[in-house]
Structure formats: structure tokens, C-alpha cells
């Protein structure tokens, strides 16, 4: 396996700023720390009474600079046998934003149904614990709700192999996996129904091999190209 996870006792002795800097347009750009971002994440659901937060999963990429989060939660009132997901992908290399995701998670692999409409620049004048309190709070909770639905309806429409075969290859095209992956996605797909829920269970899986940082944007991306 490519991505370990690491520790966030971890996150301090891995991580290298770049210095604070003034960007081409003119914006004071300074990297965010990854263990700020943590923090901030954890902080604000610890303050989630209504819901069970798991423990984090962090990744970094080879050279420390990105960082992948994925938080597992699950309402105390829900009877779902799957978990929520919450993901932050973000960077200091000074060419991106952090980002945010929501999924499932299931007993095999995370799968990653939407990136959601906020992002956070690395900038020095960033309150980050009140962007982060805004975007679980104001996108993310609200989102969330639709995530049943959504996997419910997934479930429910049928795919043919041949369109599932088509996808996969459109996808190798797109470079969302390696073309020495299609072979693994497409065998798990026909060892299950042909649901659209089960095509995406099947690439989510086979896009391990991907860099964590990678994963989310193109599991997403496959989702969306599901007829």
C-alpha cells in the first residue's frame, strides 16, 4: 500500500514551512500549518454532541507538503451501516487551496461522492478555526442530509457491464486510474449486483494505489461520469 497514515503526534516532526511570502497578486501567502488544520477540524466536531467523530486518518504525500484528512462520523440517531465522511485535502506548496469532500465509508474502501463549495487560501490574514467552523457548520451538516438519498438512489440504478466496461476505460483515458487497475475494478464489479453504488465501490477500491491526496478528486470525478 502506497499511503500510510500517520500520526498526529507525527504531523510536527514531518512538516517544513516555506517561508511567509508576498504572492505575484499581490496577497500575503503563508502556509497553514497541517497540524493547525487538524486541529481545527477536530475541534469544531468535538463540539458535534449529536454525532460519534472517529478518529482521523491523516496522510501526507512523498515530500510532506500535502495533506489528506478523512474524519469517519455518524449520527447517534442514525441505523446506517456505513459512516459519514468528512475530508480536507490541502497543501503548502503554495499553488492550492484546501478543499473539502464528503462521502461514505464502507468495511472496504472510502468512497468519495462529492467535493463541497468551499475552499481556504493560504493566506496570513486567515482565521482558520472561523473558516473551518463556517464550512462544517454551514456546508458540510447541511450536505450531509443528502448523502442517504444519494446513496440510496446509486443503489438503486442498474448499470450494464458493457457501460460499466465503457466507464472504466473512459476513466483509463482520463488518467483517474491506471490502466493496470481497470482489470481489478472491473473483477470486483462482476462478482456483484450491477448497481451504479457497486461501479463506484469497485473503482473507489481499485484508485487505492493512488496517491492519497489524488483519491477523493477522482473518485468524485468518476461518480460523475456514471450515466
Known amino acids: 500500500m502506497i499511503n ?5 503526534a507525527e504531523l510536527n516532526s514531518h512538516e517544513t514551512l516555506p517561508p511567509y511570502r508576498t504572492s505575484a497578486g499581490g496577497g500575503n501567502w ?9 486541529s481545527c477540524v477536530m475541534d469544531v466536531l468535538s463540539r458535534k454532541e449529536s454525532w460519534f467523530t472517529y478518529d482521523p486518518i491523516i496522510m501526507l504525500s512523498k515530500d510532506k507538503r500535502d495533506i489528506t484528512l478523512t474524519v469517519p462520523m455518524h449520527p447517534k440517531a442514525s441505523s446506517q451501516d456505513y459512516s459519514l465522511l ?3 485535502v490541502g497543501s503548502n506548496s503554495g499553488q492550492k487551496r484546501i478543499k473539502m469532500y464528503a462521502g461514505v465509508g464502507t468495511e472496504r474502501e472510502n468512497v468519495w461522492l462529492m467535493q463541497l463549495p468551499f475552499s481556504i487560501k493560504h493566506l496570513k490574514s486567515i482565521e482558520l478555526s472561523e473558516a473551518i467552523d ?5 456546508v458540510f451538516m447541511p450536505m450531509s442530509k443528502r448523502i442517504p438519498h444519494e ?3 446509486l443503489k438503486q440504478e442498474e448499470i450494464s457491464k458493457g457501460d460499466a466496461e465503457r466507464v472504466l476505460m473512459q476513466a483509463g483515458r482520463d488518467r483517474l486510474i491506471p490502466w493496470t487497475r481497470i482489470g481489478v475494478a472491473d473483477h470486483l464489479f462482476s462478482k456483484s449486483e450491477c448497481t451504479q453504488w457497486n461501479l463506484l465501490c469497485a473503482f473507489a477500491f481499485a484508485t487505492k494505489v493512488s496517491p492519497a491526496n ?3 478528486d477522482k473518485i468524485v470525478k468518476f461518480k460523475r461520469m456514471l450515466p
Request: glycine content about 8%.
Open 151 to 153: 446513496v440510496g438512489l
Open 4 to 8: 500510510k497514515p500517520v500520526s498526529f
Open 134 to 138: 463556517c464550512a462544517v457548520n454551514k
Open 30 to 38: 503563508q502556509a497553514i500549518p497541517h497540524k493547525d488544520l487538524v
Open 86 to 88: 468528512l475530508g480536507f
Open 214 to 216: 489524488q483519491q477523493m
